[in-house]
C-alpha cells in the first residue's frame, strides 16, 4: 500500500504541468477568427422577394442580378438615354446594398467618356433608379452587411422594343 501511495505521489506531482496550459488571450483568439474569416465571400447573398424560395447559393445569387438587370433595364427603357446617346449600348451599374436593405446606384462609365456628357447620364440613372421592390441584404456570420457588384445594363433603343 505504501508504494502505491508513493507512486499515486509521484504520478500527482509530476503530472501537474499537464493541468497548467497556457490559456490564449482574448485578443489572440480575435486576431486568429478574423483572420480566419474569408472577408470577400458572404455566406447568404442579397435577394429580392422572388428569389428567396430558392436554397441553392450561386442560382438565388443568379436570380437576383437577373430580376436586378431587368428591373433596371425596364426602369431606363422609358427614357431617352437611347435617343441622347444611340452609340451608348451598355451602361454599367455599380449597385451597392447597405445593411438597412436601401440601395445606391453609380454609373461605371469607361475610361474613354468624354465623348458622353457622364453629369447628365449620372442625373437620369439617379432619377429613374428609384422605387425598388425590398431587397434583403447580404449575411456574414447571421449580421447583415454592405455589399457591392456591378451589373452590365443593356439600353435599348425605341425602335428595338
Known amino acids: 500500500m505504501k508504494q ?3 507512486l499515486f505521489t509521484c504520478i500527482v506531482l509530476n503530472s ?8 490564449p488571450s482574448e485578443k ?9 474569416i474569408n472577408w470577400k465571400e ?27 438587370s431587368t428591373l433596371i433595364q425596364e ?7 437611347s435617343i441622347l446617346y444611340p452609340e451608348l449600348d451598355t451602361i454599367e451599374v455599380k449597385v451597392t446594398v447597405f445593411p438597412n436593405a436601401s440601395m445606391k446606384f ?8 468624354a465623348t458622353y456628357d457622364t453629369i447628365k447620364i449620372d442625373s437620369i440613372l439617379h432619377a429613374r433608379l428609384v ?14 452587411v454592405k455589399t457591392q ?9 425605341k425602335d428595338q422594343k
Request: with cysteine.
Open 4 to 6: 502505491f501511495f508513493f
Open 131 to 144: 422605387d425598388f421592390p425590398k431587397v434583403n441584404p447580404a449575411i456574414k456570420r447571421g449580421v447583415p
Open 106 to 113: 453609380e454609373p461605371q462609365f469607361p475610361k474613354d467618356s
Open 16 to 23: 501537474c504541468q499537464y493541468f497548467e496550459k497556457q490559456v
Open 42 to 68: 458572404v455566406d447568404e447573398y442579397p435577394s429580392v422577394p422572388n428569389c428567396e424560395k430558392i436554397t441553392d447559393k450561386k442560382l438565388r445569387q443568379q436570380c437576383f442580378f437577373e430580376v436586378m
Open 28 to 36: 489572440e483568439l480575435l486576431q486568429k477568427e478574423l483572420k480566419s
Open 75 to 81: 426602369k431606363l427603357d422609358i427614357d431617352t438615354l
Open 149 to 157: 457588384f456591378i451589373l452590365p445594363v443593356i439600353i435599348k433603343a
